[in-house]
């Protein structure tokens, strides 16, 4: 086996291929022979699924910089944070390994238009994922997310976002907002409820979700109407109603600093950290959400208005598969009363 691999790298490396098939070679590490001498430079796509590999070297950025990789079903363990080194990855797929993180380093895969980690077992998404600026097809089903970064609605050409089978209890108060995000699939989400109004008129997979379940088991904020229940993200830490004219001061705080200073926002030292704590900087930077009705930043603060989707022109497109409801998110009372889903 070993003969014919070198044999296959050879063959690759004289002839100048662009593309290399590794598959179903129960291969237990990276071939070094790949990483040797020169003459793999022109290789532009590497498939090696169904291997044993548990690690990447830490050169193959240096030696290899132009390739779309599949690396799915490994038992791959750990990406080393050379991947963003990478900066001509168009597609990464490590579906079916065993990653429990990916490192802050795909922030900077510039180019990367296709990420699918899907079937592993990440809690979290990277912090820096958003700015992959050029990312349009996200697939991260059958892992064990709780919840989804807020920053990744910022993501500027995702048209495709799959998040089935996970922990999600909520979503991004704007996932949605972004008139290129088009497909979105969140099914058998149990805990999961209430769906951003934004994704309405999207192309939406919620089959499985909204499952009763005891309170007790989120510890969320949450907002009922009549017999229904939504999570609220963590960050919300208060919610209105029509009797609440006054917003807190805090939240109005927060949205005459965001106004004041928001040519400056790039910057988050822009205010010093006595004046302002960490967290609510990141907050002014990327706000929690903007209204649903006017598009006003809120913050921690927000007006929830609920529409069962068993009650729209959609509900016959789920056939009773799902208990979800839409939810907008307004900043003040007459958004809050002006607003309307099907208008």
Do not use: W
């Not at 079916?96 to 990420?115: A, H, I, R, S, Y």
């Not at 904020?221 to 208060?238: H, I, Y």
């Amino acid at each position: 086996m070993a003969s014919e691999l070198c044999k296959t790298i050879s063959v690759a490396r004289l002839e100048k291929h662009k593309n290399l098939f590794l598959n179903y070679r129960n291969l237990h590490q990276f071939p070094l022979e790949l990483l040797k001498d020169e003459g793999m430079q022109h290789l532009e796509r590497l498939y090696m699924k169904r291997n044993s590999l548990t690690t990447l070297p830490e050169n193959l950025a240096q030696k290899l910089p132009n390739l779309c990789l599949d690396l799915s079903d490994n038992a791959l363990e750990v990406v080393c944070p050379e991947i963003g080194r990478l900066r001509a990855l168009r597609h990464l797929r490590l579906a079916n390994n065993q990653l429990k993180f990916l490192p802050p380093e795909v922030g900077d895969l510039k180019e990367l238009q296709t990420l699918d980690i899907s079937t592993n077992r990440l809690l979290t998404l990277p912090e820096r994922l958003h700015l992959c600026l050029s990312l349009q097809y996200l697939t991260v089903d059958r892992n064990q997310l709780c919840c989804v970064p807020r920053h990744l609605c910022q993501l500027p050409s995702l048209n495709e976002l799959s998040m089935a089978g996970n922990r999600l209890a909520f979503l991004p108060l704007d996932l949605g907002r972004s008139r290129e995000l088009q497909y979105v699939y969140v099914d058998n989400n149990i805990h999961l409820k209430g769906l951003p109004s934004y994704l309405y008129n999207k192309v939406i997979g919620c089959s499985g979700c909204g499952i009763p379940v005891q309170m007790s088991e989120v510890k969320l904020l949450s907002f009922s109407s009549g017999q229904l229940t939504v999570f609220l993200p963590a960050e919300v830490k208060a919610i209105g109603t029509e009797s609440d004219r006054v917003l807190p001061l805090q939240e109005l705080a927060m949205r005459r600093l965001y106004h004041t200073y928001h040519r400056f926002l790039k910057d988050l030292n822009f205010l010093s950290p006595i004046s302002l704590p960490r967290s609510l900087l990141e907050l002014l930077h990327c706000p929690l959400g903007h209204c649903h009705r006017c598009s006003e930043p809120m913050f921690t603060f927000v007006y929830p208005k609920l529409f069962p989707l068993r009650e729209t022109p959609m509900a016959g497109l789920h056939q009773g598969r799902t208990t979800v409801s839409f939810v907008a998110y307004c900043c003040s009372t007459q958004c809050l009363q002006t607003f309307d889903l099907l208008t």
